[in-house]
């Protein structure tokens, strides 16, 4: 009965989500504060409903109820116990299930965090994300039910889980993407909610950006645990193949990054309102064009969850409608869009236009390269290929631009900048960059290379501009403590994930210039040098896991002739299925990596392998790291949290809402 009561809350579910969809919409509109104060508890009841669907899956797995299909199919009972409940995003229905249930607690959230915000807005907003709700809930029990039962008898065992998703990057990387995919859910709902008001002003972008910055937050780490976790999983020692499926995070957190820089200038400005919204529009498709490329049948991937058209067909309603909707209100507020530029070439809002423009072009031609050999062969059937030499063609001569731009924008002043003012705060930084640019690779790797001086420039460029900038403001401080004091936490969060987006460049085209790898055969005893370092096979035994068998190798590393350590990269055989898997092993430094991956054995005891010598590979996750922390002291600054100041800024944006916004303490979650 249990699967059959998780069905039922997903019902109950969706007829909160309709009526979440509905009433404070229309008390919204009406000024109907009664059907607008309906708002917090109806997401109260979704975020419980939601919930007890998602345990009741969770605990069907946890218990092998292999008569719920979805169980029987992602499950079996000698999978780890880890591994059964993670199990539960490891197919299409209950991934779906998860995203479902991570949007109702960004909209418990929000509703709990909204206290200072006209009540008619956050009415707005959280009607929207129920109208979204009613659309998911409406495709999982149309199309994709977790709980559908195995008639007319149980099955003795599961299938299994892909050999593949039985990693620790499994258990963290889906959850922690698809929250960043739904948080920018929220930054569509308050765009959306603000055209539904006709206001979009310094307020709405105020109550705007923590969300959007907390979002994007998540989003970075979302995809940096995947290539992570793609680069010791996969085998061939990459850490971003440009992947059809992995790509589509990447524009939407190109749009989210866009978007939190342009939110910047219509708060400080009160200008970009219409770009803002259009972006806030664009980041919230980028993160549904993700969702129909998995489940559309069009892929076959381990990322990709269906191969049913009709679901594909389905989402592709939920986008059209969504999307479609989303432009046609912004097509019928655009007279109240419209705002007067004024503002110099080289002000800080030309920058962050510039910022913006490059942010949104490098989306889409990763769009382009993504979707263009689907439709082609839709077209023609005919099969094409787009590879990493197209989006490095063009994707890596904009993030220079970008680059270049991003150490100019914090040097420069609002509204009118002179060039005499930047070549004076920035020709130091500049002469900096380009000699300790040349140097620098020179004395680290002991060998001269463009590519790695133009990068080492780049990297330096953003750190330089970025301590000048920080001097130039605390420039009038008694200390510098006092100085470091004055700066908002905005700031310091700006300054955190320039420094990433630097370590970030400077790992990605180190380990993509420096690396070196050789495919080998070797018997016990054997050796090859690679690098500076000796690789010894001494032999490989025998090993058994909860749910496999294989084969474990020992590599013992040496460097002049002094032992390092030993690897064990193991080939393992699952049982259930008979899927053989490989497992590498790594020896994780901060300037180097060192990797091996076993391969079939051939005889006498010689088996072939491939090893790899990584160097700054893991500078690359270092900075996303740093630009995601950066990201939450951003959404942490206090200025956020000032009630006085919203309410007086409630009062300007809606009169009737803000008188109201003392009155819904009453309504409680």
Request: hydrophobic share 55%.
């Amino acid at each position: 009965m249990l699967p059959e009561l998780g069905h039922f809350s997903l019902i109950l579910a969706l007829c909160l989500c309709a009526l979440l969809g509905t009433l404070p919409l229309l008390g919204a509109a009406r000024g109907n504060t009664q059907f607008m104060g309906l708002a917090r508890p109806l997401v109260a009841g979704v975020f419980v409903f939601i919930g007890l669907a998602y345990a009741l899956l969770t605990y069907s797995f946890a218990v092998d109820d292999f008569s719920v299909t979805y169980v029987q199919q992602h499950s079996n009972s000698l999978l780890p116990l880890r591994y059964k409940l993670t199990a539960v995003w490891g197919g299409h229905e209950g991934s779906f299930l998860l995203w479902t249930f991570m949007l109702a607690g960004w909209m418990l959230t929000v509703a709990l965090f909204s206290r200072t915000m006209p009540l008619a807005f956050v009415a707005r907003v959280l009607g929207v994300l129920g109208l979204l709700s009613v659309g998911y809930l409406m495709f999982m029990l149309a199309t994709s039910n977790p709980f559908d039962r195995l008639v007319p008898l149980p099955a003795a065992d599961g299938v299994d889980l892909n050999s593949a998703l039985q990693d620790f990057g499994f258990i963290v990387h889906p959850p922690t993407l698809y929250m960043g995919y739904v948080g920018f859910s929220v930054v569509f709902a308050f765009a959306m909610a603000a055209l539904l008001s006709g206001r979009l002003d310094a307020a709405w972008a105020r109550w705007c950006r923590p969300w959007a910055n907390v979002a994007w937050a998540i989003l970075t780490i979302g995809i940096a645990l995947g290539s992570w976790w793609a680069y010791y999983e996969l085998g061939w020692g990459g850490w971003w193949a440009w992947d059809p499926v992995e790509n589509p995070p990447l524009i939407t957190w190109l749009f989210g990054t866009a978007l939190i820089h342009s939110l910047a200038v219509t708060e400080k400005r009160g200008i970009f309102k219409s770009w803002t919204v259009m972006l806030a529009i664009l980041a919230f498709a980028g993160s549904l064009l993700g969702t129909f490329i998995t489940r559309s049948g069009l892929l076959t991937s381990v990322h990709a969850f269906a191969t049913d058209p009709e679901r594909g067909i389905f989402i592709l309603g939920i986008l059209v409608l969504s999307i479609g909707g989303a432009l046609l209100l912004f097509a019928l507020r655009a007279p109240l869009l419209r705002g007067r530029f004024s503002f110099g070439l080289l002000s800080r809002e030309m920058l962050l236009l510039v910022n913006n423009l490059i942010l949104v072009v490098s989306a889409a031609s990763v769009f382009l390269g993504t979707l263009f050999p689907m439709v082609y062969q839709a077209i023609t059937d005919d099969l094409i290929s787009i590879g990493p030499p197209y989006f490095n063609a063009i994707f890596v001569p904009l993030m220079a631009l970008l680059v270049l731009a991003l150490g100019v924008g914090p040097l420069s002043r609002w509204k009118k900048t002179s060039g005499n003012f930047l070549s004076r705060q920035l020709a130091l930084a500049a002469l900096a960059s380009l000699i300790l640019g040349v140097i620098l690779p020179l004395l680290v790797t002991g060998a001269m290379s463009v590519g790695a001086s133009i990068t080492a420039a780049l990297a330096l460029w953003i750190v330089f501009s970025g301590l000048k900038d920080a001097r130039n403001k605390m420039a009038n401080k008694k200390s510098i403590a006092a100085g470091l004091r004055s700066l908002p936490m905005s700031y310091y969060g700006m300054q955190l994930a320039h420094l990433g987006v630097a370590v970030l460049l400077t790992g990605a085209a180190l380990t993509t210039l420096y690396s070196q790898e050789k495919s080998v055969l070797l018997g016990v005893g054997e050796s090859i040098d690679l690098g500076s370092y000796e690789f010894e096979f001494q032999g490989a035994k025998p090993i058994t896991g909860p749910n496999f068998r294989g084969m474990e190798a020992t590599i013992a590393v040496r460097r002049d002739g002094e032992s390092l350590r030993d690897l064990y990269p193991e080939r393992r055989v699952y049982l259930a299925s008979g899927t053989p898997s490989t497992e590498m092993a790594i020896d994780a430094g901060f300037w180097r990596d060192l990797f091996v991956t076993l391969g079939e054995e051939r005889g006498d005891g010689a088996w072939s392998m491939t090893i790899y010598v990584k160097p700054f590979v893991r500078w690359v996750w270092l900075g996303t790291l740093l630009m995601c922390f950066g990201g939450l002291l951003a959404a942490a600054d206090k200025r956020y949290r000032r009630v006085r100041e919203s309410r007086a800024e409630a009062a300007v944006t809606e009169p009737s809402a803000a008188r109201s916004v003392d009155g819904i303490a009453g309504v409680r979650v």
